[in-house]
C-alpha cells in the first residue's frame, strides 16, 4: 500500500491502479479487434477470441510491468501475452495496426472518463450541500474578510453562493472537458498506414465501440488533450482548495464561525481534547497542492520530441493519475468539510461588531450622499472615523455625535446606516444567480 | 529595462507595462462613472470630467508605484491622484462603490484581452506558415521518430498537419478563453453594497461601456477566470514549443531535414562559421518554459482567504504578466522559426533511407498478409528481420533471398513494399482535415 | 517600467537590469584580457585598451539586445561592438579563446554574487528584528497555533526565536552557496582548447581577477550552479514567506496580537477606514510564491542537451533573475512588515484564555502524573475534560470539582497547572540557543 | 500496486511505503521511551515493554489509515493502538510529552535517510560508470554539440568526464545533507513542555538513539529541512536527467555514437524491429521530470501557518515520498543507461568529419595567430571560412587553397591544424581532475 492513501480516494486510486490500467488497454484491443471486424478486416471470430482475452484477470500484473521497465512501455509485454492467450487463428490480428502508443494513450481517455465522472459527482455533491447553505443561510450576517481583514458586511448565504458559483463553473468545465476526450489511433507514424485506405475507417469504428469521439488527427504527438484535461481537474482542485481554507480560517479558535460536521473520531487530539480540528479542510488543501503540484509535469511534457517523445511523454504516464488521485481527494475532503458544517450565526453577529461599526462607514457616506452630495458625504465621513479612531469610540457612537451628521439625519435613520442588514446590496439577487446557475448542472447530471 | 526583453515581443512588454495597467484602470474608472451616469446616479457633467482625466499622461506613474509599495496597491494612489485632478463636483463620483480590487481585476482583464489578440494574430501566422508546408509537402517523405529513433515513413507535410492541427485547437481554446472574460465589480464583499438595489444594472452597464459580458457573479472571491487563461495561454506555449523542438532537432548537424530561414546576423557564431543555429526555435523553447513556469503561480493562487487573498491575489499581479509576456515570445519566436524555413527534402529521404528498408518491415508484412494471412506474415517478416540483423544486410535483400516471401511475391511487389511512398496510409486525408479545420479559423480572425 | 516593480526591490531590479548584465559581462571580457596577459599572452596594452573600453557607457544596450534576438545570445553583439571600440592591434585578443557561454555564465555568476549579498543583508535585518522581539517577548504568553486551532501556551519571544533560527540557517546557507560561485570558462566544447595547454592557468588567472574560484572543470553543461543556487534563494523565501504569513495572522481582527509598524499612507482603504492591512506581509508572501514560482524553471533546466542546451540554458536567463527580484522583494518586505512591529501582549493573553483552560489539560496531567502515575492522570484528565464539555463549563473549574483532582492535588496546585507560564519547558534555553546561533552569523557578516 | 511502479525502484517504494512509515513512527516512539528512561523520566520495563510492541506487524496498517483520515493523522490511531498493546503498567508512558507532529516528522527523517543511502548508493555506481568511459575514452574524438550543432572537437572521455564532476557533486551535496537530517520532538507548542526543565536533555538522549543530531530548536515550524532535502535531492535527478538526455541523443538514428548495452527484451517493438530505443534513458527522463515536479509541492509548503500548518503540512506526506519514489527511478535508470553502454568511436569520428573541418576554424586561427597576429589571423579564417562557404568546399581544401594561409604555413602544418587530436586543450587535465575527485567519494562510502 502506498502512503498516499491519505491523499487519494479509493474510487480513484483503482481507477489508476496498475491493475485498471491494464483493464483499459485491453478494452482498447479487444475495441480495436472488433471495429477491424466491422470493416471486414478481421474475422469475426478473431475479433471475439480477442475479446475473451481481454481481461486483466487473465494476466499476470506485477510480472507484465516488470517486463514493461525493459521494453519501455506496457503495451509490447501485455501484447505479447494476450497474443499467446488467443487462438492461432486469431493471433495475427491482434494489435494489428496500432502502436504501442495508441493502446496507453486511448486506455489512459478510458481511465480519464472513468475519473472525470467520479470527480464531476464529487463537485455535484459540493454545490448541493453549498445551496443548501446560500438558501439557509440568505440572512446571516457575518464579516467579508479582505486581506483577513474585516471589510464590510456579507452573509453566510452569498459567501455559500460563491463557492456554488466557483463549483458550478468547475461542473461545467469538466463536462466540457470530458466532451473533448477521444480515442488516439495513428500507428507510430499517424498515418494509419498499416490500414491502407481504411484508416478513418477504422478510427471511427473504433472510436464507435469505446463511445468516445474519433480526432481529426491523431494527437499522438500534440499532447493537448492530457494536458488540458489535467489543467482543468488542477483549476477544480483550485476552487475546492479555496472552499477549504475558507472553512479553516472560519474555524480557527478566535473566528469560530463555522465547525465541521463531527463524525467519531474525527478532529480530535490526545493531548489537547478542545480542540477541533478542521481535518476535512486540511486533508482537501493539502490534497489540492498536490493535484495543482502534478498539473505542470503534465503541461510541461506538451513540449516533446518529433512522433513521441523521449521521457515527457512517459512522465504523463505518472503524472495524469496523480493529478487525478490528488483531485479525488481535494474535492471529496472538500464536501466532507461542508457535509454537515456546523454555523454559528450568533458568532458570525458577534464578530460583526467586533469593529464598533466601522465596517458601515461606507454605509454611512451612502445615507449621506443623497442630502449634501457624495463629495461632501466622504469629507464627513472621514471626520467621523477621525473622531472615532482619536477617542477610540465606537463609529456609530461617534456619528451620533458629530453635528454634520446629525444635522441632515434623523438618529433612527443614523442608526439604519449602522444596521448591516441594511447595507447588502444585492445579496438576494446574487444568491438566486448561483443557485439558479447550479440547478441545470445538477439537473443535467 | 529590463533583462527579460528577450523573452517577451515588445508589443506584449507594452501591454504588460506599468503605465499601461494604470491606463487600463483608468479605463475601468472612466467606464464605471459613465455607466453610473446612464443609471442616473452619477451626473453627466461629473461623469465627463472623470473620463477626461483618465488618461496615464496626467499621472506620474512612478510615484503611483512607489505609493502602492505602502498603500497595499495601485488603485488607492491612482484613485487618490485622479480625485485631485478632476473638479470639485466630481470629486465625489470618483471610483464609487468600487473597491480596489474591483478596478485591479477588470482592468486585468482588458489587458489579458489586449494580450489574448497579440497571441491569436502569432498563432493564425504560425498556421498560415504550418499550412502552406503541410501543403507543400504532401509527399516529402521523410522518417517519423519515435523515442528520437526512427519507425515509420510519414511525410513533412503531415509532419507540419500534425503541427497545424494543435496550432488550431489553441486558437480555438484561445477565442473560447477570450470570450469568457469578465467585468468583476461588487464591491469589498462582493454585495455591490453602495449601489443599493442597482448594482446589477450597474454591473452590467459597465460590461456593455467595455464590451465584456457580465459575470453572474462577483468573482473577487474565485480566482477561476485568471487561472483559466493563463492555463489555455499555457496551453498554447507548449504546442509553440513542441513546434520549435521539432525544427531544432530537425536542424542538428546529423539530421540536417530543416534549416530556419537565414536573416542578417542570424545565428552566426564569432568563432564556429559552420553553424546555423536554430536561434528562434530555441528562444521559442526557452520562453515557452518560462511562461509554462509561471502558470502554477497563478494557478496555485486559486486557494485563497475570504474575499480577497493575503499573498494569493498579489502573485497574479505578477504572475499573469509574466505568463503572457513569455507567450508572446514563445508563440512570435516559433513562427519566426517557421517563416522561411528551408526543408531539404532530399536529406530527408536519405535519411530515411538511413535503417536499410527496415522502416519499412510492417509494410511486407502488411503485403504478405492477403497472400498467407495476418499471423503467418508477421512470423515471416520476423525471420526476415533475423536474417538481416545477424547479416548486416538490408531489410529489403533480405527479403528478396527469403523463399517464404519469394513464394508469394513477386519482386516488384517486393519491392513495392519497400517503397515508402506507397505505405503511408491515410497521409493525404489527414493533411486536407488540418487544413479545412484551420481555414475555418484563419477566416474567422 | 515593467510590473514587476512591486514585487521587486529597486536595488536589486538593477542587479539584474539589462545594462547591469552587459556590464557584467563586460567585467568578465576585462578580466579575461588581463588574466591572458599575466600569463603573457596578450600584451599589456591590448589588455588595457580592452579594460578600458568594457564600460556599458560605451554600448547602446538597446541595440545590443535587438541583435541579440537575431543572434541568439547577447555576447555576440557585444563582442562585435566591443571589437569596434578597441584599437586595431587590440582587437585580434577580444574574447580570445572564450565562448558566448563562458561570459554569460560568468558575467551571472557576478550578478548572482551581487544579488547574494544585497539577499543576505536583508536577512541579517530580519534576524535582528527577530532577535529583539524574542528577547523583548520572552514571557510574553500566546496560545501556539496548530492547524490554526489554540494548543499549549507558548510565548511570542520563542515565537520570534523560532522564526529567527529560521531565518539563521538561511544566512548560513545563502553564504554557503556564495562560497560556490565559480567562473566559467571552456570554450565551446568544455577543453579550453584555444589555449593549447594553458587553459587551467587562465582559468585560475581568470577566477583571481574576479575573486571567484575556479572550478575542477568547465561547468557549461552541468547546470548545477544555478539551480543550487536558485534553489536556496527559494528555500529563503519560503522562510520569509512563513514569517510573513503568521504576521498577516496574528494580524487578524479577531486575533489582533500584533500589527505591522504604521507608516504613512501604508495599509489604509479609501472605504473602509478601521482597516489595517498587513501590506508588508502581504507583499511578501505574493513575492515569495513568485520566487518559488520560478525555481522550477531553473531546476527543470538542469535537463539539457550535450554541451549548451537548446532551449534550457536560456530560460535561466531570465529565471535566475526572476528568482532574485522576487526574492530581494519576499525578505525586504518580511523586514518590513517586522520592522516596528506593534505587539498587543495583553490581547494575547486574552486569546490564551479564549479556551477556558483547556489548553493546559495537559499541565493538569503532568501536576497530577507524580501522585497518581501518569496513566491515571490521563484517565483522570480525561474525565474533566468530558465534564468540562459536556456542561460547557471551564476546564480549570472543573477540575476543582473532581474529586480525583482534589485528592491529590492542593486548590493552589491546581491553579499552578492552570498557569501558563508555569507549563513552557524549555523557553528560555530555547530562546537562547536562537540569539545565540544568530549572533555569530550577525557578526560574521 | 499503484500505476507508478514504473518510475520508482522497488527498493524505494519500500522505503516509502504504508507499512515502513508505521514502522518508523513505530522507531520514533519506542526510542523516545528509551530515551526517557535513561533520563530516569520512565520505568525501564515500561520502555522494554513499549519498545517490543513497536513492530508494524502487530498493527492492522489498512485500518490505521482509515481512521487516520478521520483524526488528521496516522499518529493518533497508531498511538491508540499502541496504547492497547502495551500492559497496563507502560501505557500511560506511551508517547509522553510528544505531539503528532514529532512522530511523525522524525519518522519522515528515518525514511530520509533510508532513502538518502538508496539514492547515495546508485549515484556512486553512475559515478563508476562514468569514470570508466573517462578513463577509456580520453582520445575517443567526437564533436562537441551547443544548440544540437556541431561546435568544436571534443572527446567522449572528456564528456564522461562531465557527467562524473556532476554526479560527484550530487554525491557530495546528498552525503551533507545527510549529516543535516535531525530528529524533531518540542511538543504541539515546541516549548517541550511535558518535560518541564529536562526537555532538551530528552531530546538530546532521542538524538542518540536515532543516531542523529539533536536540531537547536524543533523545527515544526521551520520546514526547511524537507523542503532542503527534496531540492538537493531534485537536484541530483537533474544531473541524472541531463546524462540520460546526451545518452539518448547520442542513440539517435542519425547520430548512433552510443547504445545502451543490449538486456533480453529491453527497447525491442513489435512492429519496428530495428529499433533500439533508449529506454533506460527515456525512463530515466520521464521519472527526473516527475521529481523535480514534486519538490516545487515541497518547497511551497514551506510557508505555513503559525504551530502546525493547514494544509501545506500535510501535502509534504506525499510530496516528500514522490520525490524520492521518483528520483530512485531517475537515478537507477541512468545508472543502467550507463552500464554496458556501447560506444561508437568509429561513428563518433565520422560525425566529426560531417562538416569538412569546419569544426576546427578557431584551431586553424590558433595555428596562424603566432605568425601573423591575432586579428590578422582571424580576419584570414574568416576568409577562408567565406570562399568556403560559397564553394560548398571543404575548409580544409579551402585553407590549403588560400594565399594567406599558405604564406605562412606549410602544407602540413596546416593538416595538423586539421587535426582534432590536436585541438583538445586540457582534455586530459580536465579528465584527471574528475576522475580524482570522484575517487575520494568513492572510498568515503
Not at 501475452?81 to 502508443?101: N, P
Not at 480542540?275 to 490534497?287: G, I, Q, T
Not at 469629507?379 to 451628521?405: E, K, M, N, P
Not at 443614523?414 to 444567480?433: P, T
Request: hydrophobic content about 50%; glycine content about 8%.
Amino acid at each position: 500500500m502506498s502512503q498516499d492513501i491519505l491523499f487519494t480516494t479509493p474510487q480513484m486510486a483503482e481507477v489508476f491502479s496498475a491493475g485498471r490500467r491494464l483493464q483499459r488497454m485491453l478494452d482498447v484491443e479487444a475495441a480495436l479487434a472488433r471495429a477491424l471486424a466491422r470493416r471486414g478486416m478481421v474475422p469475426d471470430h478473431a475479433a471475439d477470441a480477442i475479446g475473451r482475452q481481454c481481461r486483466v484477470e487473465h494476466f499476470d500484473v506485477e510480472a507484465v510491468y516488470r517486463e514493461a521497465m525493459l521494453a519501455g512501455t506496457p503495451t509490447i509485454p501485455l501484447v505479447a501475452r494476450l497474443v499467446e492467450l488467443v487462438d492461432d487463428d486469431a493471433r495475427g490480428f491482434v494489435h494489428w495496426g496500432a502502436t504501442s502508443q495508441d493502446i496507453l494513450d486511448t486506455g489512459l481517455v478510458l481511465q480519464m472518463r472513468d475519473g472525470l465522472d467520479l470527480l464531476l459527482a464529487d463537485l455535484v455533491g459540493i454545490g448541493r450541500s453549498c445551496a443548501a447553505l446560500a438558501e439557509q443561510h440568505r440572512t446571516s450576517l457575518m464579516p467579508a474578510r479582505t486581506l483577513l481583514q474585516h471589510a464590510l458586511p456579507t452573509t453566510f448565504g452569498l459567501k455559500a453562493a460563491q463557492w456554488l458559483a466557483a463549483v458550478t463553473a468547475q461542473i461545467a468545465r469538466l463536462r466540457e472537458v470530458e466532451r473533448g476526450l477521444a480515442v488516439q489511433l495513428g500507428g507510430a507514424a499517424g498515418t494509419l498506414a498499416a490500414y491502407r485506405d481504411d484508416g478513418l475507417a477504422v478510427v471511427a469504428l473504433l472510436a464507435e465501440e469505446l463511445h468516445l469521439p474519433a480526432p481529426a488527427l491523431s494527437w499522438h504527438t500534440d499532447r493537448n488533450l492530457p494536458a488540458a484535461v489535467t489543467a482543468a481537474v488542477g483549476l477544480a482542485c483550485g476552487t475546492a482548495g479555496k472552499i477549504a481554507t475558507d472553512v479553516a480560517l472560519l474555524m480557527q479558535t478566535e473566528v469560530g464561525e463555522v465547525a465541521e460536521g463531527p463524525r467519531r473520531g474525527k478532529g480530535g487530539s490526545t493531548t489537547m481534547p478542545h480542540k477541533r480540528n478542521p481535518v476535512d479542510s486540511v486533508a482537501a488543501v493539502a490534497a489540492a497542492r498536490l493535484a495543482l503540484g502534478a498539473v505542470p509535469v503534465v503541461m510541461g511534457a506538451m513540449i516533446q520530441e518529433h512522433e513521441r517523445g523521449a521521457g515527457s511523454w512517459q512522465a504523463e504516464w505518472d503524472g495524469v493519475p496523480a493529478v487525478f488521485r490528488h483531485a479525488s481527494a481535494a474535492i471529496f475532503r472538500t464536501g466532507g468539510a461542508l457535509a454537515g458544517l456546523e454555523v454559528d450565526v450568533d458568532r458570525m453577529r458577534d464578530n460583526l461588531e467586533l469593529t464598533g461599526g466601522a465596517v458601515l462607514a461606507e454605509s454611512l457616506a451612502t445615507a449621506l450622499a443623497p442630502h449634501i452630495g457624495r463629495p461632501a458625504a466622504n469629507t464627513v465621513v472621514q471626520g467621523v472615523v477621525s473622531v472615532a479612531l482619536s477617542s477610540d469610540a465606537d463609529l456609530r457612537a461617534a456619528a451620533h455625535d458629530t453635528q454634520a451628521v446629525t444635522d441632515v439625519l434623523e438618529p433612527a435613520q443614523i442608526d439604519a446606516a449602522f444596521d448591516a442588514a441594511g447595507y447588502l446590496g444585492s445579496n438576494n439577487a446574487l444568491i438566486d444567480r448561483a443557485l439558479t446557475s447550479f440547478t441545470q448542472f445538477d439537473h443535467d447530471g
